[in-house]
C-alpha cells in the first residue's frame, strides 16, 4: 500500500504503522517469545563448554555504568519499529523471515561454539537490575553478541523506510545513535565485551544488506 508522498514523514508513518496493525502486534510478540524460548534452551544445552572471551584494549575505554541498563532494554521497543513501518503484507513476511534467519543463525552459533563473558569483579547485589538480568541470562551466548546484531539489522532497515518516506536528517541521526548507544550499552553493563559487539555489527551488517536486496528485488522500490 503506499501513501500519498505529498502526506508530511510523520503522518505517512503513523498510516504506515495502523496497515496490518494487529499482525504487526500479535506477530512481534509471538516472535519474541519463540525467540526467548528457543534463545534459554541453547543457553542452557550448549553442545560444549563455553569459552571465556578475551578482553581487549578497547574493553577498558568503556568504564562500567548501571545507568546504561535502560537503554540495554530499550532493544526491545527500537527492534519493533521496522516492522511496524512496512505498509503491506509480503515485505513485512519477507522481513521476519530474514530476522528469523539471523537469529537462529546466531543460535546455531551459540549451540556449536558457546562463549561466555570474563568473570568482572562488581558487586552485582548493588545493582540489582544487572543482578536479575545475569540471572537469567548466565552471561552467556556471548559472541557474536545478538543484541548487537539486531539493534545493527534494525538500524539499517529503519533507515531505508526513512529515506523513501523522506523523513529529515535530524530522526535518522537519532534512529543511528540510539543504535550506537545500545551498541555501547552491551559493554558499558558488562553483558559483551568489544569482540562480542564487533561480531554482532558484522553479522546485523551482512544480513541486514542481503535481506534488503531480495526483499528490494521481490517487491520492488515502491513495496517498501
Known amino acids: ?60 575505554w568503556v568504564p562500567f555504568s548501571p545507568a546504561a ?72 551466548n556471548a559472541c557474536p553478541s545478538l543484541h548487537v546484531a539486531t539493534a545493527v539489522f534494525s538500524a539499517f532497515w529503519l533507515d531505508r523506510i526513512f529515506q523513501r518516506l523522506d523523513t529529515p536528517l535530524f530522526w535518522r541521526g537519532l534512529s543511528a545513535l540510539h543504535c550506537l548507544l545500545i551498541l555501547w550499552s552491551t559493554v558499558a553493563i558488562r553483558q559483551h565485551v568489544v569482540l562480542d559487539v564487533l561480531a554482532g555489527m558484522v553479522v546485523g551488517g551482512i544480513f541486514a544488506g542481503l535481506s534488503y536486496a531480495h526483499i528490494r528485488r521481490a517487491v520492488g522500490d515502491q513495496g517498501l
Open 1 to 60: 500500500m503506499n501513501f500519498p508522498p505529498a502526506l508530511p514523514w510523520y503522518r505517512q508513518a503513523a498510516a504506515r504503522a495502523l496497515v496490518l496493525m494487529p499482525l504487526k502486534a500479535f506477530g512481534t510478540m509471538a516472535f519474541m517469545v519463540l525467540f526467548f524460548s528457543a534463545y534459554f534452551a541453547v543457553l542452557r544445552h550448549p553442545l560444549l563448554p563455553p569459552t571465556v572471551m578475551p578482553l581487549i584494549l578497547a574493553d577498558t
Open 69 to 140: 541498563f535502560p537503554v540495554y532494554a530499550s532493544l526491545w521497543v527500537y527492534v519493533s519499529l521496522p516492522p511496524a513501518l512496512f505498509s503491506s503484507f509480503r515485505p513485512l513476511a519477507l522481513y521476519g523471515l530474514w530476522i528469523a534467519g539471523l537469529c537462529l543463525f546466531c543460535l546455531a552459533l551459540f549451540w556449536v561454539f558457546p562463549t561466555t563473558v570474563p568473570v568482572f569483579v562488581i558487586d552485582w547485589e548493588a545493582h540489582p537490575e544487572l543482578a536479575v538480568l545475569r540471572g537469567l541470562d548466565l552471561a552467556g
